[in-house]
Protein backbone atom coordinates (compact mmCIF):
# COMPACT_ATOMS: atom_id res chain seq x y z
CA UNK A 1 0.00 0.00 0.00
CA UNK A 2 1.01 3.21 -0.69
CA UNK A 3 2.02 6.36 1.00
CA UNK A 4 -1.28 8.24 -0.45
CA UNK A 5 -4.05 5.18 -0.14
CA UNK A 6 -2.53 4.57 3.23
CA UNK A 7 -3.34 8.03 4.44
CA UNK A 8 -6.35 7.82 2.38
CA UNK A 9 -7.63 4.59 4.47
CA UNK A 10 -6.29 6.24 7.97
CA UNK A 11 -8.76 9.11 6.90
CA UNK A 12 -11.82 8.00 6.03
CA UNK A 13 -11.14 5.66 9.42
CA UNK A 14 -11.02 8.97 10.70
CA UNK A 15 -7.51 8.10 13.08
CA UNK A 16 -4.40 9.53 12.47
CA UNK A 17 -0.89 9.38 14.37
CA UNK A 18 -0.45 12.69 15.87
CA UNK A 19 2.47 15.48 16.19
CA UNK A 20 2.25 18.30 18.26
CA UNK A 21 3.10 22.37 17.59
CA UNK A 22 3.49 24.82 19.97
CA UNK A 23 4.07 27.77 17.60
CA UNK A 24 1.06 26.92 14.97
CA UNK A 25 -3.16 25.82 15.74
CA UNK A 26 -2.89 22.27 17.28
CA UNK A 27 -3.07 19.04 14.95
CA UNK A 28 -3.02 16.06 16.76
CA UNK A 29 -0.01 14.14 19.55
CA UNK A 30 1.53 11.51 20.49
CA UNK A 31 -0.36 8.85 22.35
CA UNK A 32 -0.43 9.32 26.07
CA UNK A 33 0.91 7.05 28.51
CA UNK A 34 -2.18 7.79 30.45
CA UNK A 35 -5.12 6.48 27.55
CA UNK A 36 -6.92 3.48 28.35
CA UNK A 37 -8.94 1.08 26.65
CA UNK A 38 -12.09 2.30 28.63
CA UNK A 39 -15.07 2.55 26.34
CA UNK A 40 -16.98 4.62 28.95
CA UNK A 41 -17.38 7.85 29.31
CA UNK A 42 -17.55 11.08 26.63
CA UNK A 43 -16.20 10.89 23.09
CA UNK A 44 -16.07 14.18 22.52
CA UNK A 45 -15.39 16.75 25.41
CA UNK A 46 -16.38 20.79 24.63
CA UNK A 47 -14.80 23.88 26.92
CA UNK A 48 -16.94 27.05 26.34
CA UNK A 49 -14.68 30.20 28.20
CA UNK A 50 -16.61 33.40 28.79
CA UNK A 51 -14.20 36.47 29.33
CA UNK A 52 -14.70 39.13 32.37
CA UNK A 53 -16.36 36.08 34.81
CA UNK A 54 -19.49 34.05 35.61
CA UNK A 55 -21.24 35.58 38.13
CA UNK A 56 -22.89 32.65 40.04
CA UNK A 57 -26.57 34.68 40.53
CA UNK A 58 -26.44 34.54 36.30
CA UNK A 59 -27.27 30.88 36.65
CA UNK A 60 -28.28 29.89 39.81
CA UNK A 61 -32.70 29.68 40.25
CA UNK A 62 -33.95 32.09 42.44
CA UNK A 63 -34.30 30.52 46.05
CA UNK A 64 -31.31 27.92 45.39
CA UNK A 65 -29.35 28.23 48.55
CA UNK A 66 -28.51 23.87 48.86
CA UNK A 67 -28.18 21.27 46.73
CA UNK A 68 -31.28 19.90 44.48
CA UNK A 69 -33.34 19.10 41.24
CA UNK A 70 -33.97 21.18 38.82
CA UNK A 71 -37.09 19.70 37.97
CA UNK A 72 -38.88 22.37 39.24
CA UNK A 73 -36.59 25.34 39.55
CA UNK A 74 -37.02 28.63 37.17
CA UNK A 75 -33.82 29.04 35.75
CA UNK A 76 -32.73 33.05 35.22
CA UNK A 77 -32.90 34.78 32.28
CA UNK A 78 -29.20 35.10 30.93
CA UNK A 79 -29.56 31.18 30.80
CA UNK A 80 -33.28 30.60 30.77
CA UNK A 81 -32.84 28.86 27.10
CA UNK A 82 -31.36 26.00 28.26
CA UNK A 83 -34.75 25.15 29.99
CA UNK A 84 -35.54 22.53 27.76
CA UNK A 85 -32.50 20.57 27.92
CA UNK A 86 -32.43 20.78 32.16
CA UNK A 87 -32.44 16.95 32.49
CA UNK A 88 -29.17 17.51 31.20
CA UNK A 89 -27.61 20.28 33.13
CA UNK A 90 -25.88 20.32 36.09
CA UNK A 91 -25.20 23.81 37.77
CA UNK A 92 -22.35 23.65 39.91
CA UNK A 93 -21.02 26.49 42.45
CA UNK A 94 -18.67 26.49 45.13
CA UNK A 95 -15.09 25.32 43.51
CA UNK A 96 -12.49 27.60 43.51
CA UNK A 97 -9.41 28.45 41.93
CA UNK A 98 -7.57 31.05 44.01
CA UNK A 99 -4.05 28.95 43.62
CA UNK A 100 -4.53 29.98 39.60
CA UNK A 101 -4.19 34.06 40.65
CA UNK A 102 -6.97 34.91 38.16
CA UNK A 103 -7.39 38.78 38.92
CA UNK A 104 -8.73 39.74 35.39
CA UNK A 105 -7.54 36.60 34.03
CA UNK A 106 -5.98 33.32 34.93
CA UNK A 107 -5.11 32.59 31.08
CA UNK A 108 -3.94 29.62 30.64
CA UNK A 109 -4.36 28.62 33.98
CA UNK A 110 -8.48 28.65 33.53
CA UNK A 111 -7.70 25.19 31.99
CA UNK A 112 -4.66 24.29 33.79
CA UNK A 113 -5.31 24.82 37.19
CA UNK A 114 -2.36 26.50 38.19
CA UNK A 115 -1.48 30.18 38.36
CA UNK A 116 -1.55 31.91 35.38
CA UNK A 117 -1.06 35.75 33.97
CA UNK A 118 -0.77 37.94 31.24
CA UNK A 119 2.20 37.29 29.19
CA UNK A 120 3.32 34.08 31.48
CA UNK A 121 3.52 31.10 29.39
CA UNK A 122 1.65 27.93 30.36
CA UNK A 123 3.75 25.81 33.32
CA UNK A 124 1.54 22.65 32.54
CA UNK A 125 -0.89 21.01 30.11
CA UNK A 126 -4.04 21.80 30.19
CA UNK A 127 -7.24 19.63 30.59
CA UNK A 128 -8.32 19.94 27.11
CA UNK A 129 -5.30 19.01 25.80
CA UNK A 130 -5.03 15.87 28.07
CA UNK A 131 -8.51 14.80 26.81
CA UNK A 132 -7.66 14.78 23.22
CA UNK A 133 -4.56 12.50 23.84
CA UNK A 134 -7.44 9.94 25.65
CA UNK A 135 -10.45 10.22 23.82
CA UNK A 136 -11.06 8.47 20.65
CA UNK A 137 -8.18 9.37 17.76
CA UNK A 138 -9.26 11.76 15.14
CA UNK A 139 -7.42 13.92 12.04
CA UNK A 140 -7.65 17.10 14.72
CA UNK A 141 -7.89 16.04 17.96
CA UNK A 142 -8.08 19.66 19.44
CA UNK A 143 -9.78 22.48 17.37
CA UNK A 144 -9.61 25.94 19.52
CA UNK A 145 -11.46 28.80 18.30
CA UNK A 146 -11.23 33.00 19.80
CA UNK A 147 -14.36 35.26 19.55
CA UNK A 148 -13.25 38.71 19.79
CA UNK A 149 -13.94 42.33 18.16
CA UNK A 150 -13.62 42.19 14.61
CA UNK A 151 -10.30 44.68 14.93
CA UNK A 152 -8.74 42.22 16.87
CA UNK A 153 -9.58 38.99 14.98
CA UNK A 154 -8.53 40.92 12.06
CA UNK A 155 -5.49 42.05 12.89
CA UNK A 156 -4.11 38.82 15.55
CA UNK A 157 -5.94 35.78 13.54
CA UNK A 158 -4.03 33.30 16.04
CA UNK A 159 -3.24 34.12 19.72
CA UNK A 160 -2.33 31.22 22.59
CA UNK A 161 -3.78 32.54 25.88
CA UNK A 162 -6.24 29.72 27.17
CA UNK A 163 -5.08 26.17 25.74
CA UNK A 164 -1.61 24.67 26.19
CA UNK A 165 0.38 20.98 25.32
CA UNK A 166 3.06 21.38 28.24
CA UNK A 167 5.10 23.50 29.90
CA UNK A 168 6.54 26.34 27.50
CA UNK A 169 4.33 24.95 24.64
CA UNK A 170 0.67 27.44 23.86
CA UNK A 171 -1.87 25.90 21.52
CA UNK A 172 -3.18 28.62 19.34
CA UNK A 173 -6.63 29.82 18.78
CA UNK A 174 -8.37 30.61 15.39
CA UNK A 175 -10.20 33.56 15.18
CA UNK A 176 -10.38 34.18 11.60
CA UNK A 177 -13.20 31.96 9.68
CA UNK A 178 -11.59 32.21 6.52
CA UNK A 179 -8.44 30.80 7.33
CA UNK A 180 -9.88 28.10 9.45
CA UNK A 181 -12.44 26.86 6.22
CA UNK A 182 -9.53 26.90 3.85
CA UNK A 183 -7.23 24.32 6.42
CA UNK A 184 -10.67 22.29 6.87
CA UNK A 185 -12.45 22.62 3.53
CA UNK A 186 -9.77 23.89 1.24
CA UNK A 187 -9.00 20.63 -0.17
CA UNK A 188 -12.54 20.52 -1.79
CA UNK A 189 -13.69 23.73 -2.64
CA UNK A 190 -13.76 25.66 -5.73
CA UNK A 191 -12.77 29.26 -6.97
CA UNK A 192 -10.98 31.54 -5.16
CA UNK A 193 -11.10 29.59 -1.69
CA UNK A 194 -9.39 26.60 -3.68
CA UNK A 195 -6.99 28.84 -5.32
CA UNK A 196 -5.79 30.54 -1.91
CA UNK A 197 -5.45 26.97 -0.22
CA UNK A 198 -3.28 25.86 -3.21
CA UNK A 199 -0.95 29.12 -2.55
CA UNK A 200 -1.10 28.82 1.10
CA UNK A 201 -0.30 25.40 0.83
CA UNK A 202 2.67 25.69 -1.71
CA UNK A 203 3.87 28.63 0.36
CA UNK A 204 4.27 26.27 4.01
CA UNK A 205 5.43 23.25 2.24
CA UNK A 206 8.34 25.57 0.86
CA UNK A 207 8.88 27.41 4.10
CA UNK A 208 9.18 24.00 6.05
CA UNK A 209 11.80 22.69 3.32
CA UNK A 210 13.82 26.29 3.86
CA UNK A 211 13.54 25.95 7.87
CA UNK A 212 14.63 22.54 8.16
CA UNK A 213 17.77 23.08 5.91
CA UNK A 214 18.52 26.48 7.59
CA UNK A 215 17.95 25.04 11.35
CA UNK A 216 21.38 22.31 10.40
CA UNK A 217 23.57 26.00 10.67
CA UNK A 218 22.46 27.16 14.50
CA UNK A 219 24.18 26.73 17.66
CA UNK A 220 23.40 22.86 19.37
CA UNK A 221 21.77 25.15 22.04
CA UNK A 222 19.35 27.01 19.71
CA UNK A 223 18.45 23.90 17.76
CA UNK A 224 15.91 21.92 20.13
CA UNK A 225 14.04 25.74 20.24
CA UNK A 226 14.17 25.90 16.74
CA UNK A 227 12.93 22.20 16.07
CA UNK A 228 9.62 23.23 17.37
CA UNK A 229 8.94 26.05 14.98
CA UNK A 230 9.89 24.10 12.28
CA UNK A 231 7.79 20.69 13.80
CA UNK A 232 5.02 23.95 13.49
CA UNK A 233 4.89 23.71 9.79
CA UNK A 234 5.55 19.99 9.17
CA UNK A 235 2.30 19.28 11.46
CA UNK A 236 0.01 21.63 9.37
CA UNK A 237 1.22 20.22 5.93
CA UNK A 238 0.75 16.42 7.40
CA UNK A 239 -2.79 17.86 8.85
CA UNK A 240 -3.31 19.46 4.83
CA UNK A 241 -2.51 16.08 3.77
CA UNK A 242 -4.64 14.10 5.94
CA UNK A 243 -7.95 16.38 5.44
CA UNK A 244 -6.89 16.26 2.17
CA UNK A 245 -7.23 12.46 1.63
CA UNK A 246 -10.79 12.34 3.85
CA UNK A 247 -11.90 14.74 1.08
CA UNK A 248 -14.58 12.66 0.14
CA UNK A 249 -16.10 12.06 3.56
CA UNK A 250 -15.25 15.90 4.37
CA UNK A 251 -17.40 17.37 1.70
CA UNK A 252 -20.91 16.58 3.23
CA UNK A 253 -20.14 18.63 6.35
CA UNK A 254 -18.89 21.80 4.94
CA UNK A 255 -20.48 24.65 5.40
CA UNK A 256 -22.16 27.22 2.90
CA UNK A 257 -19.48 29.86 2.99
CA UNK A 258 -21.63 33.40 2.97
CA UNK A 259 -20.94 36.81 2.97
CA UNK A 260 -20.55 36.44 6.75
CA UNK A 261 -17.04 34.94 6.11
CA UNK A 262 -15.76 37.77 3.47
CA UNK A 263 -18.09 41.00 4.39
CA UNK A 264 -18.94 40.78 8.47
CA UNK A 265 -20.94 43.39 9.60
CA UNK A 266 -20.82 42.95 13.07
CA UNK A 267 -17.79 40.93 14.95
CA UNK A 268 -20.80 38.41 16.38
CA UNK A 269 -21.28 37.25 12.33
CA UNK A 270 -17.46 36.03 12.44
CA UNK A 271 -18.34 34.51 16.02
CA UNK A 272 -21.27 32.69 14.76
CA UNK A 273 -19.37 31.17 11.39
CA UNK A 274 -16.49 30.04 13.88
CA UNK A 275 -19.00 27.94 16.17
CA UNK A 276 -20.35 26.67 12.58
CA UNK A 277 -17.15 25.61 11.81
CA UNK A 278 -16.08 24.25 15.37
CA UNK A 279 -19.65 22.24 15.09
CA UNK A 280 -18.44 21.15 11.40
CA UNK A 281 -15.62 19.58 12.90
CA UNK A 282 -17.43 17.66 15.45
CA UNK A 283 -20.00 16.34 13.44
CA UNK A 284 -17.50 14.97 10.51
CA UNK A 285 -15.54 13.13 13.25
CA UNK A 286 -12.27 16.05 12.33
CA UNK A 287 -12.19 16.55 16.10
CA UNK A 288 -12.82 15.46 19.37
CA UNK A 289 -11.99 18.69 21.50
CA UNK A 290 -13.63 21.71 20.74
CA UNK A 291 -12.28 24.70 22.97
CA UNK A 292 -13.98 28.19 22.24
CA UNK A 293 -12.43 31.48 24.02
CA UNK A 294 -15.57 33.83 24.14
CA UNK A 295 -13.09 36.98 24.58
CA UNK A 296 -10.22 34.94 23.51
CA UNK A 297 -9.13 34.00 27.25
CA UNK A 298 -8.20 38.01 27.45
CA UNK A 299 -9.64 41.48 29.44
CA UNK A 300 -11.36 42.27 25.94
CA UNK A 301 -14.21 41.24 23.71
CA UNK A 302 -16.88 42.81 21.53
CA UNK A 303 -20.74 42.31 21.19
CA UNK A 304 -21.84 45.35 18.93
CA UNK A 305 -23.63 42.69 17.06
CA UNK A 306 -26.22 42.10 20.09
CA UNK A 307 -26.23 45.70 20.25
CA UNK A 308 -23.65 46.51 23.20
CA UNK A 309 -21.99 49.31 22.57
CA UNK A 310 -19.70 48.83 25.51
CA UNK A 311 -16.40 46.30 24.74
CA UNK A 312 -13.40 45.13 26.29
CA UNK A 313 -12.20 45.96 29.72
CA UNK A 314 -14.91 48.34 30.68
CA UNK A 315 -17.70 45.40 31.00
CA UNK A 316 -15.63 43.89 32.94
CA UNK A 317 -16.18 46.55 35.56
CA UNK A 318 -19.87 46.36 35.65
CA UNK A 319 -22.31 43.93 37.29
CA UNK A 320 -23.28 41.28 35.80
CA UNK A 321 -26.28 40.37 37.40
CA UNK A 322 -29.54 42.27 36.33
CA UNK A 323 -27.82 44.10 33.95
CA UNK A 324 -29.39 43.77 30.14
CA UNK A 325 -25.78 44.11 28.33
CA UNK A 326 -24.43 41.33 30.53
CA UNK A 327 -28.15 39.37 30.01
CA UNK A 328 -27.82 40.03 26.14
CA UNK A 329 -23.95 38.35 26.18
CA UNK A 330 -24.96 35.53 28.25
CA UNK A 331 -28.14 34.68 26.41
CA UNK A 332 -26.04 34.78 23.01
CA UNK A 333 -23.29 32.43 24.87
CA UNK A 334 -26.52 30.03 25.94
CA UNK A 335 -27.83 30.30 22.14
CA UNK A 336 -24.78 28.69 21.20
CA UNK A 337 -24.70 25.67 23.92
CA UNK A 338 -28.38 25.16 22.54
CA UNK A 339 -27.08 25.06 18.99
CA UNK A 340 -23.82 22.78 19.72
CA UNK A 341 -26.67 20.63 21.51
CA UNK A 342 -29.18 20.52 19.13
CA UNK A 343 -26.76 19.90 15.84
CA UNK A 344 -25.23 17.05 18.13
CA UNK A 345 -28.46 15.83 18.30
CA UNK A 346 -29.33 15.46 15.07
CA UNK A 347 -26.53 12.77 14.20
CA UNK A 348 -27.38 9.45 14.85
CA UNK A 349 -24.68 7.57 17.20
CA UNK A 350 -24.28 4.15 18.76
CA UNK A 351 -28.03 3.80 20.17
CA UNK A 352 -28.68 7.55 20.84
CA UNK A 353 -27.27 10.45 19.44
CA UNK A 354 -23.57 12.62 19.59
CA UNK A 355 -24.72 14.57 21.84
CA UNK A 356 -25.31 11.39 24.51
CA UNK A 357 -21.73 10.80 24.24
CA UNK A 358 -20.69 14.41 24.82
CA UNK A 359 -19.47 16.96 27.44
CA UNK A 360 -19.83 20.46 27.21
CA UNK A 361 -18.12 22.85 29.98
CA UNK A 362 -19.14 26.39 30.03
CA UNK A 363 -17.18 28.79 32.74
CA UNK A 364 -15.10 31.49 32.44
CA UNK A 365 -11.21 32.14 32.18
CA UNK A 366 -11.92 34.23 35.09
CA UNK A 367 -13.73 32.83 38.08
CA UNK A 368 -17.19 34.73 39.56
CA UNK A 369 -15.98 38.14 37.76
CA UNK A 370 -13.07 40.19 36.37
CA UNK A 371 -11.20 41.56 39.40
CA UNK A 372 -11.38 38.19 41.42
CA UNK A 373 -9.14 36.25 43.94
CA UNK A 374 -11.03 33.01 42.45
CA UNK A 375 -12.95 31.93 45.96
CA UNK A 376 -15.86 30.59 44.02
CA UNK A 377 -15.48 29.62 40.38
CA UNK A 378 -19.12 28.73 38.73
CA UNK A 379 -19.57 25.90 35.82
CA UNK A 380 -21.86 24.25 33.81
CA UNK A 381 -21.72 21.39 32.49
CA UNK A 382 -24.21 19.95 29.90
CA UNK A 383 -24.60 15.83 29.05
CA UNK A 384 -24.04 13.31 31.36
CA UNK A 385 -22.61 10.79 28.71
CA UNK A 386 -24.26 7.88 29.22
CA UNK A 387 -24.97 8.27 32.59
CA UNK A 388 -21.32 9.02 33.64
CA UNK A 389 -21.86 12.78 35.21
CA UNK A 390 -24.82 13.55 36.90
CA UNK A 391 -27.32 16.22 35.53
CA UNK A 392 -30.97 17.65 36.21
CA UNK A 393 -29.43 18.92 39.18
CA UNK A 394 -27.44 21.98 41.07
CA UNK A 395 -24.76 21.27 43.43
CA UNK A 396 -23.22 23.84 45.89
CA UNK A 397 -19.85 22.88 47.12
CA UNK A 398 -18.30 24.17 49.94
CA UNK A 399 -15.73 26.19 48.01
CA UNK A 400 -12.53 24.03 49.78
CA UNK A 401 -12.25 21.85 46.07
CA UNK A 402 -10.13 23.55 43.50
CA UNK A 403 -11.54 23.21 39.52
CA UNK A 404 -8.83 20.98 39.45
CA UNK A 405 -10.96 18.49 41.03
CA UNK A 406 -13.45 18.85 38.43
CA UNK A 407 -10.68 18.15 35.66
CA UNK A 408 -9.47 15.16 37.36
CA UNK A 409 -12.91 13.84 37.28
CA UNK A 410 -13.76 14.11 33.85
CA UNK A 411 -10.27 12.68 33.28
CA UNK A 412 -11.80 9.78 35.36
CA UNK A 413 -14.58 9.12 33.07
CA UNK A 414 -12.08 8.49 29.99
CA UNK A 415 -10.44 5.66 31.90
CA UNK A 416 -7.70 7.70 33.00
CA UNK A 417 -7.17 6.61 36.64
CA UNK A 418 -5.65 10.17 38.29
CA UNK A 419 -6.68 11.69 41.47
CA UNK A 420 -5.49 14.97 40.78
CA UNK A 421 -4.76 17.44 37.65
CA UNK A 422 -1.90 19.47 37.82
CA UNK A 423 -1.52 19.86 41.18
CA UNK A 424 1.22 18.42 43.77
CA UNK A 425 0.63 16.64 46.99
CA UNK A 426 2.31 20.24 48.44
CA UNK A 427 0.00 22.11 46.59
CA UNK A 428 -3.29 20.13 47.92
CA UNK A 429 -2.27 20.38 51.62
CA UNK A 430 -3.09 24.18 50.73
CA UNK A 431 -5.57 24.29 48.51
CA UNK A 432 -7.73 20.88 47.94
CA UNK A 433 -9.48 19.49 51.12
CA UNK A 434 -10.25 16.20 49.42
CA UNK A 435 -8.50 13.55 47.28
CA UNK A 436 -9.41 12.03 44.00
CA UNK A 437 -13.29 12.94 41.84
CA UNK A 438 -16.04 15.17 42.99
CA UNK A 439 -18.77 12.39 44.12
CA UNK A 440 -21.50 14.84 43.53
CA UNK A 441 -20.58 14.89 39.80
CA UNK A 442 -20.04 11.43 38.58
CA UNK A 443 -22.91 9.32 38.75
Same mark, same amino acid.
Given at each position: ?8 ? +? ?8 ? %????? $? ?15 ? $?? !? ?38 ? $????? *? ?20 ? *? ?24 ? @?????? &? ?26 ? +? ?13 ? %???? @? ?18 ? *? ?7 ? $?????? !? ?17 ? #? ?29 ? &? ?13 ? &? ?17 ? @? ?5 ? %? /? ?52 ? /? ?30 ? +? ?6 ? &? ?9 ? #??? @? ?18
Amino acid at each position: MNRRESLRK +IALGLGAAGF %GSSFL $PQFGQAASPLASSSSGG $PK !RVIFFMQNQGFDPKTCIPSGMVNSGSLASAVLPEPIRALD $PFREK *LHIINGLHGRHTSPAHSAFFGA *LGGYRGSDGVPPSASTIDYELSKVLP @ETLLPH &LCIGMDSLDNMIAKPTVANLSARGAGKP +IFMHSNPNHLYQLLY %GGIS @EGEIRSQHEARSSMLTRIEQ *LAAAKGESL $PSSDQA !RYHEFTQGFSDMNGLRERL #NAASGHLRDFAPKVDDRYTNPEFETDWHDTL &LDLGISALKSGTTSV &LTIGSGRGEIFGSWKGLGV @EKQGHNL %G /HMPQHNNPIWDKIRQYNTSMLVKLMEELESVPEGSGTMMDNTLIVYTSNNADKQ /HTKGATWPVMLLGNCGGAFKSGCFTQLDGKRP +INALYSSI &LRTTGVNVDRF #NMS @EKMAARYDSGSGPLREVLA
